[in-house]
Each structure stands twice: as C-alpha cells, then as structure tokens.
C-alpha cells in the first residue's frame, strides 16, 4: 500500500489554464505539507495543514490555493498558471509533535 | 533561522569507494537533522535522522551520519559505494513554527555518482 500518493504524477498544461493536484495518505497522520521542488532541485515548503486546519503559508502567490477535506487528502490548486510554475511538487505528512515527514512521488508539473 | 550548507554539488566516487556527502546546518535551537535521498523521478526517501540520544546515527541502505554540535555537522557516510546508491541527497533541518508545528529546511542537495 502506498503510503503517501499524489495525482496526477505528470502534468503538462498551458499558461493561463487552472488545475489541481491531489493527495492522499493513509498513514494516519493529522498533518500534511506541500512542497515545490525547482529546476535546480531545490526543496521549499510552501504549505501544511493540520486535520483540516492551515498550519504554514509561505510567500506563495494567492494563484495556490491548498484545500484539506479531511485529514487525510491534501489538494493544491492552482490558477492562471505561469511558465516559472513548472516544478515538482510533493506532498507530505507527519504526526503532530513528530518530526518525521514522509513524501510521495511527487508531481511533475511542466507548463508551456 | 535554520539553515543548511550542502558542500558539493556533485559527488563521484567508484564502486566500493567511501561515499562521504557534507551537511552543516545553522540553528538556534537544539536541532533536528535528517537525510533523503532521490532516486531519479521518485520521489524523497527517508535515509536516517537525528533527534536525540545517540550522535551516530544509522540508517538504510548502510548510510550512517554522526552528529557534531561542535562542528555544527551531519554528514552522510557509507563504508562501501553501491551503483544503486547513485541518486540526489537532501540534507534538511525541522524547523519548529508555532503551535509545537514544523517545517523541513533543506540543503541544495548533492548528486552521487558512482561510477564502476
């Protein structure tokens, strides 16, 4: 069983379209993040919601909109995408009060 | 705020050889550290990490790190280079918010390449 999951793993859209990423974990865990993974590989975190509940909003533009139906799924929206969106981005999750974050595969967003 | 210095962008070792990835962090706070690593396309595994207790710390695969307070220090080490450790390495620091809540700061990340 996969632990942390995410859909779509690809994604390839134009500029100015909308879309969502979704997540799910089955971990039991009652807090869960995004992350953005750039060109250079390098790693940020841009959200986390603990049991339905924003936790962490970094300078993200307001065109990513995370929503949390339950504690369980995590989903990423994102509005009048741009070229510099083009990333991988993983979700995450973790106990509160534990440290331990466990990630999925990641989704490969490219916009042209 | 937390921060971490992965030294070395690109590593490349033989088969066999020691593999040794550099990590120092920045904290205020006594710290956590962890290792993860990326097997193309994949997503992060978690390698080993560092809470509290014991300095050297062991994780899968054979990696193992050493805590360093002094020297502000976590490398990764493994005794002997496999071709399928060949993958991009993540050094991150939890860095508390509030709420008893926390977020992973991560290092650039190193690339080992073994080569036979």
């Known amino acids: 069983d996969t632990a942390v999951s995410q859909t779509p793993k690809y994604l390839v859209t134009q500029m100015g379209n909308d879309k969502s990423i979704k997540c799910e974990q089955n971990?039991?865990?009652?807090?869960m993040y995004w992350y953005k993974q750039d060109s250079k590989k390098f790693l940020k975190i841009m959200f986390s919601y603990n049991n339905k509940e924003l936790i962490i909003n970094e300078t993200v533009p307001n065109r990513f909109s995370p929503k949390s139906p339950d504690k369980a799924h995590l989903n990423l929206h994102i509005n009048s995408l741009e070229l510099g969106d083009s990333a991988v981005y993983f979700c995450?999750?973790?106990?509160?009060?534990?440290?331990?974050?466990?990630f999925g595969p990641g989704t490969r967003l490219l916009v042209l | 705020a937390q921060s971490v210095t992965q030294l070395g962008s690109h590593v490349s070792v033989s088969e066999g050889a020691l593999v040794l990835l550099r990590c120092n962090y920045s904290?205020?706070?006594?710290?956590?550290l962890f290792w993860y690593v990326q097997y193309p396309n994949q997503g992060l595994q978690l390698l080993l990490k560092?809470?509290?207790?014991?300095?050297l710390v062991k994780g899968i695969n054979g990696f193992e790190a050493e805590f360093k307070k002094s020297e502000t220090s976590f490398h990764l080490t493994k005794p002997s280079a496999h071709m399928s450790d060949a993958a991009e390495y993540f050094c991150?620091?939890?860095?508390?918010?509030?709420?008893?809540?926390?977020?992973?700061?991560f290092g650039a990340g190193t690339r080992l390449a073994v080569h036979p």
């Open positions: 904290s205020s706070v006594p710290p956590y």
């Open positions: 560092y809470t509290t207790g014991a300095t």
């Open positions: 991150a620091v939890s860095d508390q918010v509030s709420g008893g809540y926390n977020k992973l700061i």
């Open positions: 971990l039991g865990h009652d807090t």
């Open positions: 995450a999750s973790s106990q509160y009060l534990k440290e331990t974050q466990y």
